[in-house]
């Protein structure tokens, strides 16, 4: 009768045990899933921060930086050229000049009106008008101008003759833009675009034997 007493008061000790083990393992648990979603919170906000500094990088040493647009002169036909002699040196000739101002900015390139001065031998012989316009960001502005020249302003000491006597005439193009570029619509800064072409017409076929800009 003692041990029956006795098995019957221990059995409420068995059942706490149990209950204490789950609780324990429930706390476990919760604890493993709090440490989960802290590291997971954690993960993101790293990523985020990571993001948000390429993010940075990015606008600062790609975007924002402002380059000169690119002023160039194309190849081109000439559509008339008349010419003298070694012993009577003149020219005349008229085209249609290519004109191409290449923008690599991540904005446009607003320029104001200027001209192209042709020269030969450092001496002007010809002039073009490029109107005010913009290249847009990431492309190429394509403008054709008028272009008529003549030797009517070379000193009788040059070297035209010896030139019409090879049947090359070396020519030369410059010019300057002046101008803004504009990112995001509110960054501005004044860039100043270049050309300096050395062509050679070749006085037979009437074409651009070579072309170089620097």
Not at 109 to 131: C, E, L
Request: net charge positive; proline share 3%; with cysteine.
């Amino acid at each position: 009768m003692a041990e029956k007493n006795q098995n019957r008061y221990q059995l409420p000790e068995s059942n706490s045990y149990h209950r204490s083990d789950q609780e324990s393992l429930h706390t476990i648990e919760d604890e493993e899933s709090k440490r989960k979603k802290r590291m997971k919170w954690t993960i993101g906000i790293i990523a985020f921060v990571i993001f948000q500094v390429v993010q940075a990088l990015f606008f600062v040493l790609v975007i924002m930086k402002f380059k000169s647009p690119k002023f160039r002169v194309a190849e081109f036909d000439v559509q008339n050229l008349t010419f003298g002699t070694q012993t009577s040196p003149t020219f005349d000739m008229s085209f249609v000049a290519p004109i191409r101002i290449k923008n690599t900015n991540w904005g446009p390139f607003k320029y104001d009106a200027s001209t192209m001065n042709f020269t030969y031998g450092g001496v002007q012989v010809g002039q073009a008008i490029i109107p005010k316009s913009k290249a847009n960001f990431k492309s190429t502005k394509k403008i054709d101008v008028n272009v008529t020249l003549n030797s009517a302003n070379l000193p009788s000491d040059s070297n035209l003759g010896s030139d019409l006597s090879s049947g090359v005439i070396t020519l030369n193009s410059e010019g300057e833009l002046r101008g803004k570029v504009t990112v995001m619509f509110m960054f501005k800064k004044r860039k100043t675009s270049q050309m300096n072409c050395t062509m050679a017409i070749n006085t037979a076929t009437k074409a651009v034997q070579s072309l170089s800009c620097k």
